[in-house]
């Protein structure tokens, strides 16, 4: 199995900055992918952005795009989230994914989705 943690989560006012970590945790593990998604009561998870493991690409839902970046610490299988210009509306639980493949040996391995349990962002007006 791998463990997600996100942490760093809080309450900003509106303009304001914060970032988010997620660190990854397990045994024979490897991460291909790692996303951000975003969670507010009886609305459906949204997609906030992802970053490839292997080139760093990134990509962003248009919501956030140009204010959060989201940047990698491969040694550490930890991913950040920056979030700047924040807005009310970017209150919602932040949760980080992650596409992994685990091989306990060298003839066993399998695809394996992890999510952490979430971090509560709170933007004040």
């Known amino acids: 199995q791998v463990q997600l943690v996100e942490s760093g989560g809080g309450l900003v006012p509106a303009g304001g900055s914060l970032r988010l970590s997620c660190a990854a945790s397990?045994?024979?593990?490897?991460?291909?992918?790692m996303d951000w998604f975003r969670q507010v009561p009886g609305k459906e998870r949204e997609f906030v952005g992802k970053?490839?493991?292997?080139?760093?690409?990134?990509d962003y839902a248009d919501s956030v795009k140009g204010r959060f970046t989201i940047s990698r610490a491969n040694a550490k299988n930890t991913i950040y989230l920056l979030m700047n210009s924040l807005k009310p509306e970017d209150t919602a639980v932040y949760l980080c994914?992650?596409?992994?493949?685990?091989?306990?040996?060298?003839?066993?391995?399998?695809?394996?989705?992890?999510w952490g349990q979430g971090t509560q962002v709170t933007v004040s007006s």
């Open positions: 994914a992650a596409h992994t493949k685990i091989c306990p040996t060298v003839e066993s391995c399998w695809s394996y989705d992890a």
């Open positions: 397990g045994r024979a593990f490897s991460v291909s992918a």
């Open positions: 970053i490839n493991w292997s080139d760093g690409n990134t």
